[in-house]
């Protein structure tokens, strides 16, 4: 199998702007995420890969808590400076792609989470079982990650945004063993 640096080496070739292995352990889940999505986002409960649907924060935990490592990846992006850069680059699908890629290489326990709400269609159908479950994930938060405090936890750089205008900072996970 591979070294997992070299992941992260892809990463980058793929277009995100860091990408470092972590210790698991240092992903943090927190209850009040949960609430956020609930009392703060419009899409609350519109898509199977957000909540109620995704596994609690201590359910995340306990499948974070079997995994040895971890590869955190992330993408700055800013819509004026980085406009043409974005236009045939998709985040959630680069991290499931690359999720992918390490399972074919032999970890057989990858799977990963994103960020954002799950875009593959246009309306999620939340009666039935996912139409793209092989490429479907759900966000970091959807499950409980405080996003903020384990990117900074982990050396990366997150702010609160203020404008559309403003740098954004993306982080989605590949657990690994």
């Not at 070739?13 to 352990?25: F, N, Q, S, W, Y």
């Not at 992006?77 to 985040?91: A, I, L, P, S």
Request: charged share 30%.
């Amino acid at each position: 199998m591979k070294n997992l640096k070299l992941y992260c080496q892809k990463a980058i070739e793929l277009g995100m702007t860091g990408a470092k292995v972590i210790d698991p352990r240092s992903i943090v889940t927190a209850e009040w995420v949960r609430m956020k999505c609930q009392f703060g986002c419009p899409g609350y409960g519109e898509r199977l890969s957000c909540p109620p649907y995704t596994p609690s924060p201590s359910q995340t935990r306990k499948i974070i808590d079997s995994y040895e490592k971890a590869i955190l990846l992330h993408l700055q992006y800013k819509k004026e400076r980085d406009k043409e850069k974005m236009k045939n680059f998709n985040f959630n699908q680069a991290v499931v792609g690359l999720e992918i890629e390490i399972f074919l290489d032999g970890y057989y326990k990858a799977w990963s989470m994103g960020a954002g709400p799950c875009r593959l269609c246009k309306e999620c159908n939340t009666e039935s079982l996912c139409k793209h479950g092989e490429r479907a994930r759900p966000s970091m938060e959807a499950c409980g990650i405080d996003v903020y405090k384990t990117a900074r936890e982990n050396g990366f750089p997150i702010h609160v945004i203020r404008s559309h205008e403003e740098e954004r900072n993306f982080y989605g996970v590949i657990l690994v063993e």
